[in-house]
């Protein structure tokens, strides 16, 4: 995700497209709003933040935030931050704790399976923020 500018990380694709900060109240599939690059890249290093957080001693609960992101700059510090911290937390988790049960907002399930979840959401958060891109750099064209 190099070269990402300050533009294109707030770039609307739509006319009503919802900013970086959006927060969703409520799930309705239905209604979904569409979001910028920069909110689905956020969104991205929320659940990458959120492994570690996870694996820790307490049940994980879905971050407030992960440090700010205001440009683009920020937005590839905290990315490389959430990579290296859920890649370290990992790396030290054992089976036993993997395999613990918890609970959280979303129900009662094994340490395994939310990082699963969070390993999910990260792929399909990058690879919109992969799509959005490519078509941020052929915007206008014929």
């Not at 407030?64 to 510090?77: H, K, L, N």
């Amino acid at each position: 995700m190099d070269g990402m500018t300050d533009e294109e990380l707030g770039w609307a694709p739509v006319p009503d497209a919802m900013p970086m900060d959006w927060v969703p109240q409520g799930h309705d599939p239905s209604n979904d709003p569409f979001t910028t690059i920069g909110w689905r890249w956020r969104h991205l290093a929320e659940a990458l933040h959120a492994i570690p957080d996870s694996l820790g001693p307490e049940s994980p609960q879905w971050p407030e935030r992960p440090p700010e992101i205001v440009d683009a700059e920020s937005a590839g510090t905290n990315l490389a931050m959430g990579i290296r911290r859920a890649a370290e937390a990992l790396a030290a988790a054992t089976e036993e704790r993997l395999d613990e049960l918890i609970d959280n907002d979303f129900g009662r399930h094994s340490r395994r399976h939310w990082v699963t979840l969070m390993l999910v959401e990260t792929v399909h958060h990058a690879a919109e923020v992969g799509v959005l891109r490519d078509l941020y750099k052929r915007r206008g064209a014929s």
